[in-house]
């Protein structure tokens, strides 16, 4: 069975940083493009980085580029988000997603992934 467990989330102060951490389960890791997304109570999920299967292709949303880092490890099966400078319109639920044949025209797409993790809360409040 494919599980995805997030991990790091917590309360940070504005200007702080996260790691999220998302370890994969009962998949072959290098074959799926691996995302991040979001969603902030009473919002839509909202996409916020991918990495693509080879690893050498990432994308970032305008709102996290420059202060958010999606990276990944093939030997732990996990993927990262290293996220720095945080602000108060960052907190939400973090959620992982992983998707084996998704395209490059659709990797912001919620709908475009099989499998998502139960994601994890961050804060960003003073």
């Known amino acids: 069975q494919v599980q995805l467990v997030e991990s790091g989330g917590g309360g940070v102060q504005p200007g702080g940083s996260l790691r999220l951490s998302c370890v994969a389960s009962g998949l072959t890791f290098n074959r799926y493009t691996m995302g991040w997304f979001r969603q902030a109570p009473g919002k839509e999920r909202e996409f916020v980085s991918a990495i693509f299967r080879s690893g050498s292709s990432t994308h970032y949303a305008a709102s996290v580029k420059g202060r958010f880092t999606i990276s990944r490890d093939s030997v732990k099966n996990t993927v990262y988000l290293q996220m720095n400078s945080l602000k108060p319109e960052d907190t939400a639920v973090y959620y992982c997603?992983?998707?084996?044949?998704?395209?490059?025209?659709?990797?912001?797409?919620?709908?475009?992934?099989?499998?998502w993790g139960q994601g994890t809360q961050v804060t960003v409040s003073s």
């Open positions: 997603a992983a998707d084996q044949s998704i395209i490059l025209s659709s990797i912001s797409s919620t709908t475009a992934y099989d499998y």
